[in-house]
């Protein structure tokens, strides 16, 4: 391995766990998150894919175990479509397997076709396509502002769901689905996502549902590979450290580069 890849994967802090071992150290980490914050509440947007799916069932777990220890602590699952979401069914069916102490709903396109009328009035857009996808970003944004509101109202942390997998390639809106208080998936890649998901005992076709975030209106259900370039089994073989094609090796080494300012904190005169 070279060093820049030897570099990403301890950045990322890829690891190879058992999926057991993973899921107890995961939930004592949501665990030991809420209490040390004095904070009550776990808030987490589940969308219909495997890593909400795990997020949402490890926070779960974690609430359930901190009420059975004595601390008061509840997990709030938020369903956040825009209008109609596509594939609702897939979203019913993680909630009805997480079974989330409460799950709330907020429809996110008023606020967002809101916003695109404003900017429209003011900002003019060169195509179709550069609309849509700010329109996208501002969906994962107004997803992010609704959980913290939730949050602020319960005294909660957000979670988020993001993934080594993901990470490498900074694929989340900044600030939107990027901004979160916790990442308890962390550091696991996709496929290890997918192993805790089938520890859990999930249903298969939630578990290997093709992964997509679904912002853009004119690419509904657009794979992630398919914006990516190269598959998950191939960025799940760069990270820990399987031996990959020199075209996927240089595709995922220039997606790190080009995203690493959604992996720091806001940049200051005094950084190098």
């Given amino acids: 391995m ?11 802090n890829v690891r190879a766990l058992p999926a057991a071992v993973e899921i107890r150290q995961r939930v004592d980490f949501i665990k030991q998150q809420l209490t040390s914050s004095g904070l009550k509440t776990l808030v987490l947007g589940i969308s219909g ?3 909400s799916l795990v997020a949402g069932t490890l926070a779960q777990q974690a609430a359930t175990e901190l009420r059975q220890e004595g601390y008061d602590a509840r997990f709030i699952a938020m369903r956040l479509p825009y209008g109609e979401q596509k594939d609702e069914a897939d979203a019913q069916a993680c909630l009805a397997f997480i079974k989330p102490d409460v799950t709330l709903t907020v429809n ?14 003011s900002e003019a857009f060169t195509s179709d396509a550069e609309q ?3 329109k996208g970003n501002v969906k994962a944004r107004q997803r992010m502002i609704a959980q913290y509101a939730v949050a602020g109202r319960h005294k909660g942390l957000v ?3 993001d993934h080594a997998s993901e990470c490498v390639f900074g694929y989340y809106t900044k600030f939107g689905d990027g901004g979160c208080d916790i990442v308890p998936l962390s550091g696991l890649v996709k496929g290890q996502v997918r192993e805790i998901a089938t520890t859990l005992g999930a249903p298969e076709r939630l578990v290997f549902k093709t992964p997509t975030a679904d912002l853009e209106d004119l690419s509904p259900q657009k794979a992630d590979e398919d914006a990516y370039g190269v598959t998950y089994q191939e960025i799940d073989a760069f990270l820990l450290g399987h031996e990959v094609s020199e075209r996927a090796q240089d595709i995922i080494l220039t997606a790190y580069q080009a995203t690493r300012h959604k992996r720091a904190l ?6 190098k």
Avoid: Q
């Avoid at 996110?108 to 009035?121: F, H, R």
């Avoid at 806001?266 to 950084?271: H, N």
């Fill in 266 to 271: 806001p940049y200051t005169i005094f950084d």
């Fill in 2 to 12: 070279n060093n820049e890849r030897e570099n990403i994967i301890r950045e990322l």
């Fill in 49 to 51: 894919g495997v890593d």
């Fill in 132 to 134: 849509d996808f700010v």
């Fill in 159 to 161: 979670i988020g769901s």
């Fill in 108 to 121: 996110i396109k008023p606020a967002t076709d809101g916003m695109m009328e404003t900017l429209l009035a």
